[in-house]
């Protein structure tokens, strides 16, 4: 339950440095030159096309939909921040801070999936963002779907209000923390610096500074049984957080995650990590630097059942 072999992916047409996130999204950089001069969508589309073609020699079912010009949407590469999709045929959809991130949800995507997969269900919490409350999807939770728990660190993305109403519309338990940065501000998902595998937890628990929340999710892992690996905060800056664990159409399980991620890892983590799953990595240098997000957020497990 906890992995899947099918991946929705969105191939970017414009992908930039998105100033509507940049404030709180302490992961992104803003360039010196401009997007013309350092090319970054051309530079973005190449990452892209060599990391699904990564997951596919993985044997990864990935199903790519090409972004659209218009609306404007530099961060449509991210699409698990919109939508999720659940082993009981049900969708949800979710408000998003920014508004150009808004426009990422498209009904023709889920008209294409519906091809393939059984949809029952759509529940659609964007209504929240006329109260300027938020809950951007499995960046602002990551899920054992297994145990049904939601794990989130609370920020400006990430209320607790819609966060207890999906775990009320899903039947997930909300198990909720703060965690910050080196410099004290808030992580923006809780997504780059945890990730949830089958009997795993990376984590980076030195962003976690409250005793009580250190130990309420220490105590979450043990009873889940899975073995808590844990990445220092130059790591997490590293997107070493970032993973995601899929499984191959020969049920192998793999872990996903960025090139620079990877080779921040130390002998004894990836030691700890190999034990569960093969560890796969692409190089995403652009879309980290300039999205603010890297493999975990380019990835929407399709847990839906095949037609």
């Known amino acids: 339950m906890q992995t899947t072999n099918h991946i929705l ?3 970017p047409v414009d992908f930039k ?9 302490k992961f992104q950089q803003a360039s010196d030159v401009s997007p013309e ?9 190449q990452e892209f096309d060599g990391f699904v073609n990564l997951l596919r020699k993985n044997e990864v079912d990935v199903t790519v939909i090409d972004d659209t010009l218009q609306p404007e949407t530099p961060d449509s590469i991210f ?7 659940h082993n009981n045929a049900e969708i949800f959809l979710y408000p998003m801070f920014s508004e150009n991130r808004r426009q990422e949800r498209r009904n023709d995507i889920l008209a294409t999936l519906e091809k393939d997969f059984v ?5 659609d919490l964007s209504d929240y963002e006329a109260k300027d409350s938020f809950l951007e999807g499995t960046g602002s939770m990551v ?6 728990i939601a794990y989130a660190c609370l920020s400006l993305r990430t209320d607790k209000q819609v966060l207890e109403d999906f775990c009320a519309k899903s039947a997930y338990t909300p198990v909720t923390f703060d965690a910050t940065d080196s410099s004290g501000f808030p992580i923006y998902h809780t997504n780059v610096m945890m990730c949830i595998g089958d009997h795993f937890a990376v984590t980076c628990m030195d962003s976690v500074k409250d005793a009580n929340d250190r130990e309420k999710l220490i105590r979450s892992f043990s009873q889940t049984g899975k073995e808590l690996v844990e990445i220092t905060l130059d790591q997490m800056n590293h997107f070493a957080g970032n993973m995601l664990q899929v499984k191959s159409g020969s049920e192998e399980a793999l872990l996903v995650m960025s090139e620079q991620a990877y080779l921040s890892l130390t002998k004894a983590q990836i030691t700890a990590l190999e034990k569960y799953s093969r560890l796969i990595y692409a ?25």
Not at 119 to 123: E, F, G, N, S
Not at 143 to 148: C, S, V
Request: aromatic share 6%; glycine share 6%; hydrophobic share 35%.
């Open 9 to 11: 992916m969105i191939r």
């Open 17 to 25: 440095f998105n100033e509507q996130t940049a404030g709180n999204n």
């Open 37 to 45: 001069q350092n090319n970054v969508q051309s530079q973005a589309l």
């Open 79 to 85: 699409p698990n921040n919109w939508v999720s999709f």
């Open 119 to 123: 949809i029952r269900k759509i529940t």
């Open 143 to 148: 899920l054992d779907r297994e145990h049904k």
């Open 283 to 307: 190089p995403l240098y652009t879309i980290e630097k300039n999205g603010g997000g890297s493999a975990r957020c380019m990835l929407a497990e399709i847990h839906l059942e095949k037609r």
